[in-house]
């Protein structure tokens, strides 16, 4: 997939509430901002699950 094509996607879906799912955890929160190099900001998060991080 092109990702200037998730660029536009996520360019679409500002102001959206959005769920991230990353290593640490799940996140639910409003996209406030997205850039061409897939940094995303969001707005209102809230933790939604936690992930242990091992050593």
Do not use: A
Request: overall charge negative; proline content about 4%.
């Amino acid at each position: 997939m092109d990702p200037s094509s998730d660029y536009h996607f996520l360019s679409q879906i500002l102001w959206k509430r959005v769920k991230l799912t990353l290593v640490c955890g799940v996140f639910e929160g409003v996209l406030q901002h997205v850039d061409p190099n897939k940094i995303v900001v969001l707005k209102k998060v809230e933790l939604l699950d936690e992930v242990e991080q091992g050593s």
